[in-house]
Nanobody, 126 residues
Framework: QVQVVESGGGLVQAGGSLRLSCTVS????????MGWFRQAPGKEREGLSC????????AYVDSVKGRFTISRDNANDTLYLQMNSLKPEDTAMYYC???????????????????WGQGTQVTVSK
């Protein structure tokens, strides 16, 4: 049974940091590209960052470049998102997702992603 579980969300003041984790089971983690997405109230879900199955390739949406860092630990089937310099506009539900890996690249769009977690809430206060 496939499981994708995010953790690490919470309430933080603007300028603060959080580290999200995503642990998976039920599929071979190192064969999947991984991504972080978020959805704020009243907005569509957006891709934030992704990492190739090997970890060699990463990509970020412009709004988080320089502030967020994606990483993965293939030995422990875990994905991370280090979020620094958080802003109130980062408030959203954050999701982890897995896409079958096809090469040394990854995607910031939803279509390739097969497995999704339930999300973890991040709230940034002013």
């Amino acid at each position: 049974q496939v499981q994708v579980v995010e953790s690490g969300g919470g309430l933080v003041q603007a300028g603060g940091s959080l580290r999200l984790s995503c642990t998976v089971s039920g599929f071979t983690f190192d064969r999947y590209d991984m991504g972080w997405f978020r959805q704020a109230p009243g907005k569509e879900r957006e891709g934030l960052s992704c990492i190739s199955r090997s970890g060699d390739k990463t990509a970020y949406v412009d709004s988080v470049k320089g502030r967020f860092t994606i990483s993965r630990d293939n030995a422990n089937d875990t994905l991370y998102l280090q979020m620094n310099s958080l802003k109130p506009e980062d408030t959203a539900m954050y999701y982890c997702a897995a896409a079958v890996g096809h090469g040394n690249w990854c995607f910031l769009i939803e279509e390739p992603y097969k497995y999704w977690g339930q999300g973890t809430q991040v709230t940034v206060s002013k």
